[in-house]
């Protein structure tokens, strides 16, 4: 009995986990990427170039991710880059709009090269052009996926006097508006800073 409950568990856990998202539409999101070029200040273009990119982390993973099995097709990994320049040259977008995207992909990353590393620089561009705006988004969603956000946000794996500098300057502007927040922000700086291994987490993905 306790066997076939701890089967129907499992079960249940990965379809609940498969649920969460599916593939994204790779040649939707290459197009929209290639019409872009063209235009690149076009309200059109840069809508759909938004609403093709992947939507939480797990699509993001799963479509820059590197991979060296052989005749892996690796032409996504190799465009990361440009596509998120591309995200964060989407000007028209809504800032709500924009820093709900961030933090949906934000949350449940882990940090390492590439994909994930040009997503993090992304946000911390973001976050020292609209802080307000990120911030106020940040304080709508539940405090263990707040927590997520900020373990990603301050991953590295050396110390940072640039990281320092901007811990406190956040903190100092927020943690009377937002206490509660900047208490969970101080726990995962104080944890996440200059305290990830990216050798181990090679090994868990």
């Not at 990120?134 to 996926?145: D, T």
Request: proline share 2%; with cysteine; hydrophobic share 40%.
């Amino acid at each position: 009995m306790k066997q076939i409950l701890l089967t129907l568990l499992v079960a249940v856990f990965f379809t609940t986990a498969q649920a969460q998202y599916f593939p994204i539409d790779t040649a939707r999101l290459n197009n929209a990427y290639e019409a872009l070029l063209l235009n690149p200040q076009s309200y059109d273009r840069q809508m759909e170039f938004f609403e093709a990119f992947p939507n939480n982390w797990y699509e993001y993973y799963d479509t820059y991710r590197y991979c060296d099995k052989k005749d892996y097709d690796l032409s996504m990994y190799d465009i990361a880059s440009e596509h998120v320049q591309a995200l964060e040259n989407c000007t028209v977008i809504n800032d709500t709009l924009f820093s709900n995207r961030l933090i949906a992909l934000s949350v449940g990353a882990t940090i390492d090269a590439d994909a994930p590393n040009y997503l993090l620089m992304l946000l911390h561009s973001f976050m020292n052009r609209k802080s307000d705006v990120l911030v106020y988004s940040l304080s709508k969603i539940a405090k263990g996926h707040q927590m997520q956000f900020w373990q990603f946000y301050w991953s590295c794996i050396t110390d940072s006097d640039d990281k320092r500098s901007e811990f406190k300057k956040l903190y100092g502007k927020y943690r009377r508006k937002y206490p509660e927040m900047m208490k969970r922000m101080a726990v995962a700086f104080e944890n996440f800073h200059n305290g990830v291994d990216l050798s181990l987490l090679l090994i868990m993905l």
